[in-house]
């Protein structure tokens, strides 16, 4: 049974993984104070448990915890935890990490186990009385669900007036259609996840009616809309409030989002303007420039004719084009999600990017711990250090 955990912060001034942090506290405090105190032979012996590490990627560093389970007694653990302080190097960086608790395992069960008594306590003394508001709302709730139909050919959930009404409220599930139906809207209809393609139901209804699409507040909204309104007619769109889903929305919730619907042309330019905003932001952050020579764009890097065609095809677009070492375009990805994607590998075997955006110090970094050899950007912001494998280059560059 572990006694205690040691709780730590650790800061990487570079791009490291868990497993390096690891093998740094391992190989930095092995023979400080004998076999008796090596943290592998604490951990053949059971008396250190396995150490855990989480970490998360802050511009060109990591920061994280690191949680040492010990089943040594209160002063050897202590001098354990005193160990990690004076760990300093992650592989080629400077790293640090400070102790920032000890937790007593067993004070920590027993204050819970008392805490667990105390509700148990009043949970069976207390009566708890008939609440009639929660018996009439499950009345409801069990009428709305019966309203609740199956509407063309591939049977997507939907409210009983959809045919009747000259307006439709499109949603993402079935969830959705029984929350809406619940606080009276009936003339609701569901995509089902819209996963693949967006149903032939939805867009032959979208040619006749008015179409409040109404989604979560969430990316795969986002990108659910995107769909939408590529192959049918949105007139309004409605979102529920950030992070929240349209099937846990409250009825004054769902009536103020419909009220705060808006025509699509002016949802789309707010989206644009947001993104707009965002890569200037990051741009204002750095604090020094360096300049790309054209000489060494010319010297390490041939540009073929049909990406510089690109270049001058995606300026105002806010995309971004990742091309293959032979020039071949791979993907296209909204400028505001690369750095996402380049993090998670979703985008593999980047040779060059184009993107209609600002060419930022953490681009740069992740482009080029990714093994991204050319950056070609409508701008470059403040960049205060430059990797030797990365050429950065401009469109004016490419246009001269």
């Given amino acids: 049974m572990v006694k205690y955990v040691v709780r730590a912060r650790v800061e990487v001034e570079g791009i490291v993984d868990k497993h390096d942090i690891i093998g740094a506290i391992f190989g930095q ?63 080629p960086f400077n790293a640090r990490i400070k102790v920032v608790d000890i937790v007593d395992v067993r004070r920590e069960k027993i204050r819970k186990i008392v805490e667990r008594a105390k509700e148990i306590m009043l949970t069976m003394i207390k009566e708890k009385e008939v609440d009639i508001k929660e018996v009439l709302q499950e009345i409801e709730s069990s009428v709305r669900a019966a309203e609740i139909t199956y509407y063309g050919p591939e049977k997507l959930p939907a409210g009983p007036d959809v ?48 179409v409040i699409a109404f989604l979560d507040g969430d990316r795969a909204g986002d990108m659910i809309l995107k769909e939408l309104i590529r192959v049918a007619k949105v007139n309004m769109v409605a979102r529920a409030p950030p992070g929240r889903e349209v099937e846990e929305l409250s ?23 947001e993104t ?46 990742v091309y293959d070492k032979n020039w071949s375009e791979v993907m296209r990805v909204p400028v505001k999600d690369l750095v996402d994607k380049l993090i998670t590998d979703e985008i593999k075997e980047a040779y060059a990017i184009v993107i209609d955006g600002v060419i ?41």
């Fill in 251 to 273: 009825g004054k919730e769902i009536a103020k989002a419909l009220k705060n619907a808006v025509p699509l042309e002016t949802y789309l330019q707010h989206i644009s303007r």
């Fill in 163 to 210: 045919d009747k009404s000259d307006t439709i409220i499109i949603v993402e599930g079935r969830a959705d259609v029984l929350n809406l139906l619940k606080y009276g809207y009936k003339n609701v209809i569901a995509l089902e996840g819209a996963k693949g393609e967006i149903p032939e139901t939805i867009v032959k209804l979208s040619n006749s009616k008015k």
């Fill in 276 to 321: 707009a905003e965002k890569v200037e932001e990051e741009e204002v952050k750095e604090v020094s420039v360096v300049t790309v020579p054209e000489a060494e764009v010319v010297s390490e890097i041939a540009i073929p004719e049909p990406v510089m065609k690109t270049v001058e095809s995606l300026r105002g677009t806010l995309e971004s084009v």
């Fill in 360 to 400: 930022t110090q953490r681009l740069l970094d992740i482009a080029s711990a990714k093994g991204v050899n050319v950056l070609i950007g409508a701008r470059i912001g403040a960049i205060s250090k430059k990797p030797a494998n990365v050429v950065i280059i401009t469109f004016d560059d490419i246009k001269s």
């Fill in 29 to 91: 405090t092995e023979g400080l104070f004998g076999s008796e105190l090596d943290l592998r032979d604490l951990q053949d012996k059971g008396r250190i448990g396995r150490i855990a590490v989480e970490v998360k990627q802050q511009g060109s560093r990591v920061v994280g915890e690191v949680l040492v389970p010990s089943n040594l007694d209160r002063v050897e653990t202590a001098l354990v935890a005193s160990m990690l302080e004076f760990v300093d190097k992650v592989g």
